[in-house]
C-alpha cells in the first residue's frame, strides 16, 4: 500500500513552482534539440539562459561551467554539455 502525503502550499507558491518547472523545461528542451552546435558563443549562452554579459562572466568565474578557447583564440566558448549539467545541477 502506499503512503499518501497532503501537502498544503498557498497558491502563489503553487504558480511559482508551476513556472520554475515550465521555464527549467523551456531551456532543456532548448538545449537538448537535436543537430545544433557542441560549441556556444556568450551571447548565445546568455540566450539560452535569458542573462546578461556581466551575469555570464560572474558565472564563468565563479565556474558554474567551464570554458574552451579553439586552437590558441582569445574567443571563449561554453561546451553545450557542460551548460545542460549546470542547468540540471542548479548551479545557474
Do not use: H
Amino acid at each position: 500500500m502506499d503512503n499518501i502525503a497532503i501537502i498544503s502550499v498557498s497558491v502563489q507558491e503553487w504558480n511559482e513552482t508551476k513556472d520554475m518547472i515550465k521555464s527549467i523545461s523551456e531551456r532543456l528542451n532548448e538545449i537538448t534539440k537535436p543537430s545544433i552546435k557542441e560549441l556556444l558563443t556568450p551571447n548565445e549562452v546568455c540566450e539560452i539562459l535569458k542573462c546578461g554579459r556581466s551575469t555570464f562572466e560572474r558565472l564563468k568565474g565563479n565556474g558554474a561551467f567551464p570554458v574552451q578557447r579553439a586552437n590558441g583564440s582569445n574567443k571563449v566558448y561554453v561546451k553545450r554539455s557542460d551548460l545542460e549539467k549546470a542547468i540540471t545541477s542548479g548551479e545557474v
